[in-house]
């Protein structure tokens, strides 16, 4: 085949204010991180970035586990890990499915050839304890797992109680955090979550490529009581285990200038301080609520039940979805997100996450919108700039 190098030119993708389910915006600090020269991954400087990307993991996840990595794959990667050192052929799993990311947990449950226990919940609401209570009594699942920001409705799933039913049951709880983790409380010990995964594009606002896991001391006990060796040659716990811990034994090439980012990321969190990144998180969602809500349009979830960094807005009578979206990318240069599933056409998914969240964007996007919808003849209101202000001036 002959190519001509003339037909393709540099990459130049244009500025994108990424306001949609991830990715973030990722600052220029992490951009240039990632630019520093790639070494070999068992040099003695890498192996000290890798331990100081552990450490900062654990204090974003909140925990001691001294089993905390990044594995090397998307937040899909950090799903798939979970469960495959998990179950078992015939094991019983609890899932509960309110959105798209709980069916793909459901899906991967059945791939490995686990009993499958759904509990079903309405998509754009929490899933009731209770509901949960009453599907696995009488059932012995060895996982129960659920999704704490479920990013295809921006419905926040309290976890406490559920993390009790779970451990009654003598079920491990796997919680997906690939959206919350960065940008709300996840507390993974002081719940007593055992396996937590996340993703790092969403509130880390690092590119995507890596998933960020955590498994307790049960879960490590549930590991090493295995009948049968993992499926998944590649994200097998009990390896990644031995790269990532005092032997260094290899196991794959880990994605240096990826850690690197990953690392820089992770810094930029701990400078800004937890409870200061989720008050800033919580204040530029109610601002942002305020502006759609005063033009007049409707949040899809339950005020008490929404996710600070991903606001589902229902889209207004007879406006085209497809239309808006593609100007607010050409006219604006702002991304956002369509519904998945049954929500599609229904709801526009807007994020706040990470470098993202902020008053600039905010402002931006509801002026950018009041000017779409106002130019489709959509009867909207006026005074979203000032109801969003208000909320800012509030602090
Ligand atoms: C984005 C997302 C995933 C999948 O992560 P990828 O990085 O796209 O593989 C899983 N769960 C939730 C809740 C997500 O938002």
Redesign the pocket.
Known sequence: MNINTNDFKDINPGDRVLMG??PSNVSARVLQAMSAPCIGHLDPYFLSVMDETQLLLKYLFQTENPFTIPVS???????ETSFVNLVEPGAEVAVCIN???GL?MADIVRRLGGQLIRVDGEWGRAIDPEAVRKVVRGKNPKVLAL??????TGVCQPLEDIANIAHEAGALFLV?????LGGIDVAVDRIGIDVAYS????CISCP?GL?PITFGPAAIKALESRKSPVVSWYLDMSMLRSYWGAERKYHHTAPINMIYALREALRIIAEEGLEARFARHKLNHRALVAGIEAMGLAMLVPESERLPM?NAVCIPEGVNDMKVRKALLTDFGIEIGGGLGNLQGKIWRVGLMGHSSSRKNVFLFLSALETLLNAEGAKIKTGALKEASAVYAET
């Open positions: 389910p991830g794959g998307t937040g899909s990667a950090g799903m959105g798209v990311f793909r999704v704490h920001a479920e990013t295809s997906d955090m690939v959206t919350s993703g790092t594009q969403k995507p998933a991903l």
